[in-house]
Nanobody
């Protein structure tokens, strides 16, 4: 069993930056692929970014590529999402999620564990 807890959300002006953190409980964090998703009211949860267990491979949605950076520190059981050049359309609740494999990594239905989410609001 893995429990995930996100933090770092908040209100920021367009063009600003935020860094989200997701801390995982348990000793097996290093074996999981970790991802970030986001969701706005009335919309489906959408893939944002993912990172392999070793940190050697990363994926990004086209909408955030070049602006967001995912990273992880397995010694701290933590995955990060550095968000730069934020836009109002980045406003959403951001969730971290964990799974064992990379196949279908953008599919929100294939994840084993989810955090409770953290709100990011970008004002124009």
């Amino acid at each position: 069993q893995v429990q995930l807890a996100e933090s770092g959300g908040g209100l920021v002006q367009a063009g600003g930056s935020l860094r989200l953190s997701c801390v995982a409980s348990g000793r097996t964090f290093s074996i999981y692929v970790m991802s970030w998703f986001r969701q706005t009211p009335g919309s489906e949860r959408e893939f944002v970014s993912a990172i392999t267990s070793s940190g050697g491979n990363t994926w990004y949605a086209d909408s955030v590529k070049g602006r967001f950076t995912i990273s992880r520190e397995n010694s701290k059981n933590t995955v990060y999402l550095q968000m730069n050049s934020l836009k109002p359309e980045d406003t959403a609740v951001y969730y971290c999620a964990a799974r064992r494999t990379v196949a279908g990594i953008t599919n929100r239905y294939d994840y084993d564990y989810w955090g409770q989410g953290t709100q990011v609001t970008v004002s124009s």
